[in-house]
């Protein structure tokens, strides 16, 4: 029963990945935690679960970070950084789960656009940013998932 369990969690994790309204890092997590409960299974000692706890929120602050930093850094001011924030929530209740790539890109395409005075290439390279952002922060949280679940397989392999 706690197999099934720790394998519904890591499988949202995994859908977490790509929809930010899911925590997919902590649901990984959960499902990790589960697993090193089951009698059985010692691949998980207690300093690896401190450790992929730990590791399981930092990416949960990188991955908003990112978003934000990203369109900093190409160039963004405080109007596409807002834009990028109206973007993520408009565009996920209303395109899910395409409005998760298109809503912070195109809020922060019109924030950038205020921002420097409708320079439209300007506003493009900022808003690339948000996508940048979007997709780092996709490749960690997946990446944790994957592991997470790599974690789960073995337990029934080996």
């Known amino acids: 029963m706690l ?7 890591i ?6 990945a790509f929809l930010p309204a899911i925590p997919g890092p902590a649901l990984s997590f959960s499902g990790v935690l589960i697993l090193s409960y089951i009698p059985g299974f010692h691949d998980i000692d207690t300093d690896c679960l401190i450790y ?4 399981a929120g930092l990416i949960t602050f990188l991955d908003y970070w990112l978003q934000i930093y990203s369109v900093q850094f190409f160039g963004g001011g405080r109007k596409s950084t807002i834009g990028v924030i109206i973007g993520i929530i408009i565009g ?3 395109l899910p789960p395409f409005g998760i790539i298109i809503g912070p890109f195109f809020g922060a395409y019109i924030g950038a656009l205020y921002e420097s005075d409708f320079n439209q290439f300007r506003a493009l390279k900022i808003a690339s940013g948000a996508l940048v952002g979007f997709l780092c922060g996709t490749i ?5 998932s994957i592991y997470s679940l790599w974690l789960l397989v073995s337990y029934f392999l080996w």
């Open 52 to 55: 992929l706890g730990l590791v």
């Open 11 to 16: 499988l949202f994790g995994l859908l977490g």
């Open 92 to 94: 996920f209740i209303l």
């Open 3 to 9: 197999e099934v369990i720790s394998f519904i969690l």
């Open 140 to 144: 960690l949280k997946l990446s944790y």
